[in-house]
């Protein structure tokens, strides 16, 4: 079964830009669908982003032109780079599969964005 290891998060001001990675311990070549997920203090765990086998992409709206998911098969990575960042992207990031497998949650990377 593969492992997914998040990392990639920190303190950064409004605007600024992060690339979080997710390294997983197998192949991540046939899996139909992976997604980066965030949860914020006292709120649900969302969608932000994914990306299917063939490489389509799709995003949440409130992230749509910031973020860009990505994979490297041959590194079996996992990338979301993220661009003009608000406070309110503000959370703990997550990399699973989607649908989410409730198994496959890591310990995710912490993302502040603060002044």
């Known amino acids: 079964q593969v492992q997914l290891v998040e990392s990639g998060g920190g303190l950064v001001q409004p605007g600024g830009s992060l690339r979080l990675s997710c390294a997983a311990s197998?192949?991540?070549?046939?899996?139909?669908?992976m997604g980066w997920y965030r949860q914020a203090p006292g709120k649900e765990r969302e969608l932000v982003a994914g990306?299917?086998?063939?490489?389509?992409?799709y995003y949440a709206t409130s992230v749509k032109g910031r973020f860009t998911i990505s994979r490297d098969s041959a590194k079996n990575t996992l990338y979301l780079q993220m661009n003009s960042l608000k406070p309110e992207d503000t959370a703990v990031y997550y990399c699973n599969i989607d649908p989410p497998h409730p198994d496959r949650w890591g310990q995710g990377t912490q993302v502040t964005v603060s002044s």
């Open positions: 197998g192949s991540i070549f046939g899996i139909n669908a």
């Open positions: 990306i299917t086998r063939t490489d389509y992409t």
